[in-house]
Every structure is written in structure tokens, then in C-alpha cells.
């Protein structure tokens, strides 16, 4: 069973930048596409950022290219969220999620991530 643990989340202001951490364990994380999603109260989960089993390829919302970067380290069973030229639209709860198979796509249905974690809160606002 997955166990997805997310850090980094905080209150900065607009222009400035976060990273985000996701420690996996319970599965073999090299084998599994991962994702980035965020939510507002009253809104649906969104997605933010996608990148495959062996990280070649990665998908990102129209919202945050060229500003977001998904990036992760299989052996520290870990994926990040570099966040750049932060906005206060940007303030969310992100979570990070794994997806239900193994050497999944990189962009499939949301409904195929089948692992998530508990969230953390990223606030932009002077």
C-alpha cells in the first residue's frame, strides 16, 4: 500500500518560489507515473504536473508552464515540485498522487491515480 507523504508547503509572496517534496513508500516508486494536483475550497481537484515511471516525459496545466517543474529522485523514493514566479491563484492545497499500475502513462484519466496524500498548503499573498 502507498504511503505519500508531502512537505514544503508555506506562505510566500507573489514572485517568489517553493518546492514541494512527496516521500513515497510501500511500493516500488520507479515502476509508477506520479502527479501533482491542487484544490481550492469550492473548487475541484486540479491538475497541475505529471511526469512518467522513468521520468522521461512530463506534462504540465496550461496555468503553470514554464513556472512549475516536476522532477523526481527514484532513489530517494521521492518527487518534488519546483515553483517559480509564484502567483496568489497558486494558493491551493497540493497534493501529490501515484497512479493505480505500473509503468503507467504520463497523462492518463485522474480517475487512474489511485494513491493520494494528505496535502499541504501553499498560500501566495503579500
Known amino acids: 500500500q502507498w504511503q505519500l507523504v508531502e512537505s514544503g508547503g508555506g506562505l510566500v509572496q507573489p514572485g517568489g518560489s517553493l518546492r514541494l517534496s512527496c516521500a513515497a513508500s510501500?511500493?516500488?516508486?520507479?515502476?509508477?507515473?506520479m502527479g501533482w494536483f491542487r484544490q481550492t475550497a469550492g473548487r475541484e481537484r486540479e491538475f497541475v504536473a505529471a511526469?512518467?515511471?522513468?521520468?522521461?516525459?512530463?506534462e504540465y496545466a496550461d496555468s503553470v508552464q514554464g513556472r512549475f517543474t516536476i522532477s523526481r529522485d527514484n532513489a530517494k523514493n521521492t518527487l518534488y515540485l519546483q515553483m517559480n514566479s509564484l502567483k496568489p491563484d497558486d494558493t491551493a492545497v497540493y497534493y501529490c498522487?501515484?497512479?493505480?499500475?505500473?509503468?503507467?502513462?504520463?497523462?492518463?484519466?485522474?480517475?487512474?491515480?489511485?494513491?493520494w496524500g494528505q496535502g499541504t498548503q501553499v498560500t501566495v499573498s503579500s
Open positions: 498522487a501515484a497512479q493505480r499500475n505500473r509503468h503507467g502513462s504520463v497523462r492518463p484519466p485522474t480517475e487512474d491515480y489511485g494513491y
Open positions: 510501500g511500493r516500488a516508486f520507479s515502476d509508477y507515473s
Open positions: 511526469i512518467s515511471w522513468a521520468a522521461n516525459f512530463r
